[in-house]
């Protein structure tokens, strides 16, 4: 009853305040900006707990690999092959985080503690050289400060839960372990044209559910899993343009959950990441940038009497070329993007490779009385297949207290793109079948107003579609464990609604909930949504009474999911996951001038249950302490890469 | 006990301001040594005896109320053989409210949040041998009257829960002496 109560209030208080002074804009449901002090109130400190603000569906196991499902498709996390997937961007370059069927930001090659902003985008559209088909998770790292600076962070936590002094007593109870610590350490240099960091950092993660201790802990093995490596970021204002080079070697070793084995398996996992983007002015008004990355992957694992898959490498290469011209009200770009996935099996001479060639271009017209439109087509050719896709926009009235926008997008999905190709070969070589090519649509409108000039609001409705068609041209295997001819096909509908507060410098809060299901949809698309809530309702709110000193509060909601047994192996019949109701408390103090900064955070304050995935962990309240170093000293200033164009697009 | 304190603190907190004149920010430090003994009586202490214990507080005031942070060792003995020794090292932060009682004693009270490490030791040999570590919250009260210039005498009690698998519900009382003094520049610098 009190646990109740004190939810209940909280949301009131969340959705009750109001201010005077400063102008509030809601965050978009299509798309929003997540800050740096975002992240830092809300205690969040690795890639994979940014996954809880991307604000989709979202979806893990054991807290380190994570899925997300913007627009009520199956996740990576289950097994439904060639779907596409978010797409990583950091600092305008693509970099494939997923491996196995799992998403695991942790291989990334930049830390939280270096990342100014993160532009967050639920909807189809260019960027990253290519059409990005569910959306984009664009990370922007931050300058070093002028001269040489140094930033080092450690943080290190635990659950509660431990037997404590009945340890030998017939009290006892199963240990758990706490986890961390991780640590970050950047040296960098900022000048004028120049700008150079390298950096250091390592995770600790330990599986803290003694179920999932019990299940996969051995003499052998560790019951933790490590993640980390250095990272090189160069950025260069010269030859007329900025250049930026970003190189990454990650090391991830441990536990990855497998979706088509419906079992966490123990690895080794290293990506290697370079990357080269930049921009030229060829005239004032016309812009060139260009596109050169690769990421690399080593999978290899721990020898076992049944491994689920053998040692292999798989890289991805990206090469694209843009041009742009802007006007007052017109910019328009045009450009060409090369993307080649690459597969060497241990003990196979022979490499497989495919390689997607995407002609692509977007004209966008602003006006901040009237509508502003935006356009984009793009052509994605494989051998003598070509896929089509072509998304619409309009926003009227978009800096008026009123706005109403709406999207329309259609894509045309190839058999071959993304990863699962490469995981059906080294995953479920045994039950290999064609893989469909799949005609998908999404379109939303959406109404947002400002109530008074701290709080705004907006209402969407989205509504998606997806029909496949197995034609012979399919030969690539696909990573469902179901063995009927299914066709995941049909639509689902949904709402969104938001309300942000913004009052500087003391209060900041959003409130977010959505809402989809299935509509006309076939079996298989039904049970897959099962697999994520109907409802979701998050919340934030950092209070900062003084400039050294802050609270933050998240509230996150969502209702239960079932997961039908025939998605996963193991599990019989239906499993039903109660919902989640979690809390967290974060508290900072910044010491010495602002160059010391130390926080607390609670999460699941009311250690309610909190569990995602029939084989996952159950998470009780735990706790994080951790604190930074920085020299020369934090300026609590605004993100520096909100309106920076070119590189991020 | 619990209900008491809770509604003893609210009381406190609510019945008038907090400080007649709010100090600066972490232009004082008081620190405390007292003594601290155990009173309640839950199922830990069907296994262990509690002795007396020993507390160290350091408070400075806060943007609102004052802020501290408190070390406390409070050994207990096993009431049979198959139970080791146990030190029970508790490190926590408070925040508090304080307002005048009567003339010279001021009340205080406020919430905790820290985490209480288990060591373990046999009986045979003085040597830790495994410890357990949990997070802990709760609230305290007391009372505070000056002596003579800048030392005082405080009495607090306060009430713990520890969040172990089955939680542990532990009440101090602690009565010792207090001594008030500036805060050195450097480290009211280092604070701010």
């Known amino acids: 009853m009190i646990r109740r109560t004190l939810r209940t209030t909280l949301l009131l208080v969340l959705v009750g305040l ?17 800050t740096r002090a975002d992240l830092e109130a809300a205690g969040i400190h690795r890639l994979s707990e940014l996954m809880q603000w991307v604000g989709g569906w979202n979806l893990t196991v054991d807290g380190l690999s994570w899925s997300v499902s913007p627009d009520g498709l199956p996740t990576a996390a289950l097994p439904r092959a060639g779907l596409p997937e978010w797409t990583l961007l950091v600092d305008g370059q693509r970099v494939d985080v997923a491996a196995l069927g799992a998403w695991l930001p942790e291989l990334a090659p930049t830390a939280v503690q270096q990342i100014d902003s993160v532009r967050v985008v639920r909807t189809p559209g260019i960027a990253g050289g290519a059409f990005t ?21 450690i943080r290190t936590g635990g659950e509660t839960g431990d037997p404590g002094p009945y340890l030998f007593t017939p009290h006892a109870t199963a240990n758990v372990d706490r986890t961390g610590a991780d640590v970050v350490g950047v040296v960098g240099y900022g000048s004028q044209r ?33 993640a980390g490596g250095p990272a090189v970021r160069l950025e260069a204002e010269v030859l007329g343009g900025r250049h930026v080079l970003l190189l990454g070697h990650t090391d991830h070793v441990g536990f990855i959950f497998l979706p088509a084995r419906g079992r966490m398996e123990r690895s080794a996992l290293t990506l290697t990441h370079v990357g080269a983007t930049g921009s030229l002015a060829l005239r004032p008004r016309t812009h060139a940038a260009y596109r050169l990355t690769r990421s690399g992957h080593l999978l290899g694992r721990e020898p076992d009497r049944f491994p689920a898959f053998g040692t292999h490498r798989r890289s991805l290469s990206h090469a ?15 450009g060409i993007g090369v993307d080649e996935r690459v597969l060497r099996l241990e003990g196979v001479p022979e490499s497989e490779q495919r390689i997607h060639t995407t002609l692509f271009g977007e004209v966008e017209h602003e006006s901040s009385a009237a509508w502003s439109q935006r356009y984009a087509a793009a052509l994605v050719q494989e051998g003598d297949r070509v896929g089509f896709r072509a998304s619409a926009s309009a926003i009227w009235q978009p800096d008026s207290a009123r706005s109403l926008s709406g999207s329309f997008s259609a894509m045309q999905q190839l058999p071959d793109e993304g990863t699962a190709w490469m995981d059906a070969r080294t995953v479920e070589e045994g039950r290999a079948r064609p893989n469909p090519q799949r005609t998908l649509l999404w379109s939303e409108i959406v109404w947002q107003q400002e109530l008074t000039r701290a709080i705004a609001w907006d209402i969407g409705a989205v509504y998606g579609s997806i029909a496949e068609s197995r034609g012979a041209a399919g030969e690539t295997a696909s990573l469902s464990s179901g063995s009927s001819p299914d066709t995941l096909g049909g639509g689902r509908f ?6 942000s507060l913004d009052a500087p410098p003391h209060l900041r809060g959003r409130v977010l909930y959505h809402s989809i299901a299935p509509l006309a949809a076939s079996e298989d698309l039904v049970q897959a949504m099962e697999t994520i809530p109907d409802h979701l309702l998050q919340g934030s709110l950092t209070y900062t009474p003084v400039p050294n000193f802050r609270l933050g509060l998240l509230l996150d909601y969502r209702t239960s999911l079932g997961w039908r047994g025939r998605e996963l192996s193991r599990v019989s019949g239906k499993e039903k996951i109660d919902p989640v109701s979690r809390v967290d408390l974060s508290i900072e103090k910044w010491l010495w001038m602002r160059r010391v900064h130390t926080q607390l955070v609670l999460r699941n304050l009311l250690n309610t249950p909190e569990r995602y995935h029939p084989f996952g962990a159950q998470f009780d309240r735990r706790f994080f302490l951790g604190a930074s170093v920085r020299l020369p000293h934090d300026r609590a200033s605004a993100p520096q890469r909100l309106q920076e164009r070119g590189l991020g697009r | 006990v619990q209900l008491a304190l809770v509604v003893t603190m609210a009381a406190l907190l609510y019945s008038g301001p907090l400080t007649a004149q709010s100090p600066e920010p972490f232009s004082r430090l008081t620190v405390s040594a007292a003594a601290a003994t155990n009173v ?16 160290m507080r350091v408070a400075t005031p806060f943007y609102l109320g004052s802020t501290a942070v408190v070390v406390q060792t409070v050994p207990f003995t096993p009431r049979g053989p198959d139970q080791l020794d146990v030190d029970a090292l508790t490190v926590l932060a408070e925040w508090n409210g ?23 030791r046999t009986q045979r040999e003085r040597t830790f041998i495994i410890e357990e570590s949990e997070l ?10 000056r002596l003579a210039g800048d030392v005082g005498l405080a009495v607090m009690a306060n009430h713990q829960k520890i969040f172990t698998q089955i939680p542990i519900h532990l009440t101090f009382v602690a009565c010792g002496l207090e001594y008030s003094l500036a805060t050195p520049s450097w480290l009211r610098t280092f604070l701010e």
């Open chain 1, 494 to 499: 949904g709402v969104r609604a938001g309300l």
């Open chain 2, 40 to 55: 309640n009586r839950v199922l830990l202490h069907r296994y262990w005896r509690s002795d007396t214990g020993w507390l």
């Open chain 2, 136 to 145: 802990l919250s709760g609230v305290q009260i007391g009372v505070r009257t």
């Open chain 2, 98 to 120: 304080e307002r005048v009682l009567l003339p010279g004693v001021r009340g205080i009270g406020g919430i905790h949040l820290g985490q209480t490490t288990f060591k373990f």
């Open chain 1, 133 to 153: 088909s569910r959306g984009v998770l664009h990370v922007f790292t931050r300058r070093a400060p002028a001269g040489v600076s140094v930033h080092t962070w």
């Open chain 1, 320 to 334: 694209s070329a843009e041009l742009s011209h802007r006007t007052d009200a017109w910019w328009v770009r045009t």
């Open chain 1, 18 to 34: 109001c201010a005077d002074g400063h102008r509030a804009r809601a965050q978009s449901p299509v798309s929003g900006v997540v």
């Open chain 1, 194 to 226: 120049w700008n150079a960091q390298i950096s250091f950092r390592e995770i600790n993660h330990s599986m803290t559910d003694p179920r999932l201790i019990e299940r996969y802990h051995t003499k052998e093995s560790q019951s933790y899993t490590t």
